[in-house]
T-cell receptor, first 116, second 113 residues
Framework: GAGVSQSPSNKVTEKGKDVELRCDPISGHTALYWYRQSLGQGLEFLIYFQGNSAPDKSGLPSDRFSAERTGGSVSTLTIQRTQQEDSAVYLC??????????????FGPGTRLTVL | GNSVTQMEGPVTLSEEAFLTINCTYT??????LFWYVQYPGEGLQLLLKATKADDKGSNKGFEATYRKETTSFHLEKGSVQVSDSAVYFC????????????FGGGTRLMVKP
């Protein structure tokens, strides 16, 4: 079956612009996660959605970052007023029931964001 | 909080050499432990996992044993191949820390023919 897909694969933007990154999880997966991978910070958690529960936003680095998940499926990560330190690869992952710690998270290919 | 520490790379080995990548962790609660691999130009994929103490995860000739007493989950392979060249990430997950994965910094492995 289809895996996690993300779009765009690459995004170059100017400092101060807003960007939207999209994630399509695996069908039937109720849990969805956003991470980012950067040279200085490694792989870090951003936000987690589980079904209809309120998202866990504890990893968002600032209030410029937000995310939503419509209809329990597609998710959009929005970065407002982008800064150069936002440059990173943004990874989306999904899994079956997120409240089971050993459920595998399947990762998408990522969106490489470059802020000039 | 949760944290994972793994040996820094790069690790450079000749083909058929023995591989060990060390990983230790601290966790609140009882973690599940994972190794993820990222091949050049590809996304993260799960290599192996272990969910309780003394479990051994294995896949593609790689193994790691969940050692609660030493809070470790070292990755080993008896004979590496050039195709194993990749970045390896140790990770953990605990339900009482938000269900997200906490990753180590990654270790780049380069295998030379």
């Amino acid at each position: 079956g289809a895996g996690v897909s993300q779009s765009p694969s690459n995004k170059v933007t100017e400092k101060g612009k807003d960007v939207e990154l999209r994630c399509d999880p695996i069908s039937g997966h109720t849990a969805l996660y956003w991470y980012r991978q950067s040279l200085g910070q490694g792989l870090e958690f951003l936000i987690y959605f589980q079904g209809n529960s309120a998202p866990d936003k504890s990893g968002l680095p600032s209030d410029r970052f937000s995310a939503e998940r419509t209809g329990g499926s597609v998710s959009t990560l929005t970065i407002q007023r982008t800064q150069q330190e936002d440059s990173a690869v943004y990874l989306c992952a999904s899994s079956l029931e997120g409240t089971i710690s050993y459920n595998e998270q399947f990762f998408g290919p990522g969106t490489r964001l470059t802020v000039l | 909080g949760n944290s994972v520490t793994q040996m820094e790379g790069p690790v450079t080995l000749s083909e058929e050499a023995f591989l060990t990548i060390n990983c230790t962790y601290t966790a609140t609660g009882y973690p599940s432990l994972f190794w993820y691999v990222q091949y050049p130009g590809e996304g993260l994929q799960l290599l192996l996992k272990a969910t309780k103490a003394d479990d051994k995860g294995s896949n593609k000739g790689f193994e790691a044993t969940y050692r609660k007493e030493t809070t470790s989950f070292h990755l080993e392979k008896g004979s590496v191949q050039v195709s194993d060249s990749a970045v390896y990430f140790c990770a953990l997950r605990t339900l009482n820390a938000g269900n997200m994965l906490t990753f180590g910094g990654g270790t780049r492995l380069m295998v030379k023919p």
